[in-house]
């Protein structure tokens, strides 16, 4: 698990934030954090010296959403040597994975993806070559995370763009919050997507005339993502977690969109989404 939360204040905390802490507060808080879906006791795992990530473990109930990911990434570890170990820095690269693939359907992590931000390996590689210093990376689900849970600029995390560091969450934005001087600008936008029209708009409006965000699919994936995805006849009564990585569109309607042509530019919670058509 990427994060858990503390069984008294409710505050979330994700497995980097902890690893930055001193020992003297990871200690204090041994015995107080739990999932965060299924509220079974929780403890964490520190970057191990091989280069796996830090991340936190649970005995979870049986029908808890994330002992399914969490069971199926122990069997791939289980099942290969990495050698591979994470640059000890605070410079990150985006790793944008195919959440539409077959693979992801089958729950396979070998998405197809690519790296944004500094150069760097975009698939989990094992081989018999010694150790390697790879750059740390994020996906947009742990990013969405962060962001809902809204941590993350205590991360502390940057991109290098052009030669320039900013921080992760400087390029994060709730597109509740966009403005038109925003038109143009490039970066990670998320929150709640509430309807669509089944062909190239997802809307974080529920009625027409959708003039709050949307994301619009390009003619080149649309097909591909409504085959994943299926479609679901009206508005979503739950909303559906989501962020998209491009540019910021303002038209003199009013609209504001991120077209997408690539959907590893995009994530979107199949669980909720999914949930909307029972």
Known sequence: MDVVKHKKTGQIYSAYQVQNMSEEKQLELKGLIICRECGKDAWFRKKSVDGKEPCFSAKHDIDCNLKKSNTSSNKKENRVSQNKREADTNDIGILFKDYFSNASLAGDDNEESDVFGKTGDSKN????????????????????????????????????????IIPLEKMVSSWDGVTKQQNGVQGFFWGYLQSSDNEIWLNSDKKYPYNSF??????????????SMGKIKGNWKNGVPAIVFGELKWVQSGKIYVEINDLTRLYINRRVYKSNSN
């Open 214 to 227: 949307s994301i619009k699919l390009n003619e080149q994936v649309k097909k591909r993502f409504w085959l």
């Open 125 to 164: 590689i094992y081989d018999k070559d010694p150790t390697k210093t790879v750059q740390k990376t994020w996906t947009l689900k742990r990013i969405l995370d962060c962001a809902i849970n809204n941590n993350l600029d205590k991360q502390g995390f940057s991109l290098e763009i052009d030669n320039k």
